[in-house]
């Protein structure tokens, strides 16, 4: 295990025996990648900490079961998967909203930050970012976990193996090629604003 492991190790160990301050601890030292993962995963900032806070509350509920000395990192990661997926399959469940005149309502547009995306001329700098959360949507949702957490929140392939429930040979190919999906999709703007 790693420094991070073994410190998240030690905390998880006296958050089981009891202790309230260590509890605090450990979320202060993952709550910010958990956080960023689930954002990754759902879009959306608010959303992203109503179930980073769902997270460390099943955390709470399971901490008999966890392994006393076992890196808590992958086994808190694959909590938060897991609620991410539930919250995904009840929003698709309840995805037609309709306004009282029984219309559909539009969703407004927001950038990264939740501004309205009407709201501010874009920026240079941000326009690679926009591209690249853009792109990253239309990657199959297998593709864009495995993506996220390996190469934006450095996961082994075998602990994101263990979060997403497959194989490690399966998330080096979903990532591999959500990779060059991603590339693909970032190059086809450039291409018309050349032609």
């Known amino acids: 295990m790693d420094g991070e492991a073994l410190e998240a190790s030690e905390l998880m160990r006296r958050y089981c025996a009891g202790e309230q301050a260590a509890f605090h601890k450990l979320y ?99 326009e690679a970012a926009t591209a690249a959360l853009a792109a990253l949507e239309h990657l199959p949702g297998n593709q864009r976990e495995a993506l996220i957490l390996t190469k934006v929140h450095g996961r082994s392939h075998a602990e994101a193996a263990m979060i997403t429930g497959t194989t490690p040979g399966a998330i080096k190919l979903r990532a591999h090629r959500a990779y060059v999906t991603l590339r693909q999709l970032m190059a086809r703007p450039r291409e018309k604003k050349l032609a």
């Not at 808590?72 to 309709?98: F, G, N, Q």
């Open 28 to 126: 202060a030292l993952l709550a910010p990648r958990i956080l960023a993962y689930l954002w990754g995963l759902i879009g959306e900032k608010p959303a992203a900490e109503d179930l980073l806070q769902q997270t460390f509350l099943k955390v709470h509920e399971a901490r008999g079961s966890y392994v006393i000395g076992a890196n808590p990192i992958p086994w808190i990661y694959t909590i938060a998967h897991r609620t991410c997926l539930d919250e995904m399959r009840r929003r698709k469940r309840s995805r037609v909203r309709l306004t009282k005149d029984g219309t559909l309502a539009a969703e407004p547009s927001a950038d990264i930050t939740g501004a309205a995306a009407e709201s501010r001329p874009p920026e240079r700098d941000g």
